[in-house]
């Protein structure tokens, strides 16, 4: 993949995702996930060595459990230390997600990059832009929630289950709703 286009996938600018070069980087990509999920879970070795190669930086003692998706593979996933994800995590991952050091993300959680522009005719034409996503350290993600593009959760926050959230959570706070909303900070 050429590096201009790399830079245009992360700059937030509307771009075009059918870009031939992008989708053959793209098919070798999900090709990983795809092996990772057919690795028997007892074979932890080989799980975490290949979680190490589809990762743009993963710690010690990551644990995503399968099914897992991500469509770029997780090219542009930083994972930090003691992260714990369970079934069924998706990743949007058309721009850097960074999940800090001990983060817990419940069954069914998406993780979205990518989005669409609002113009009817831009997105008749497929175009797209990408907002990067973070989840500060210690964070408990709950069942089936949504974070969408370029948001960030605080350290220590929580996220209700089945909350869609759409902007930024502060640290050491409980948000949860659709949209998820602050409710209270954690003392």
């Known amino acids: 993949m050429s590096e201009d286009i790399h830079s245009i996938m992360d700059s937030g600018v509307i771009y075009d995702p059918a870009d031939p070069s992008l989708l053959e980087v793209q098919r070798e990509r999900i090709a990983l996930v795809h092996e990772y999920n ?4 007892r074979n932890e070795n080989e799980r975490d060595s290949l979680l190490r190669r589809m990762l743009a930086s993963c710690g010690e003692s990551v644990c995503i459990e399968s099914p897992f998706y991500a469509n770029w593979g997780g090219m542009k996933v930083s994972v930090g230390s003691f992260v714990y ?3 069924g995590l998706t990743l949007v991952d058309d ?5 800090e050091d001990h983060v817990m993300i419940g069954p069914n959680v998406t993780i979205a990059t990518a989005s669409h522009p609002l113009s009817p005719e831009l997105r008749m034409k497929g175009l797209q832009y990408n907002l990067p996503v973070r989840i500060g350290e210690n964070a408990w993600i709950g069942a089936g929630a949504i974070i969408n593009p370029g948001v960030t959760i605080g350290r220590n926050a929580v996220i209700g289950a089945g909350s869609v959230v759409t902007h930024d959570i502060p640290d050491s706070t409980i948000a949860y709703g659709v949209p998820a909303r602050a409710v209270r900070t954690i003392s």
């Open 85 to 87: 994800a369970n079934f």
């Open 95 to 99: 721009a850097p997600i960074v999940i």
């Open 38 to 41: 057919r690795i028997d879970r």
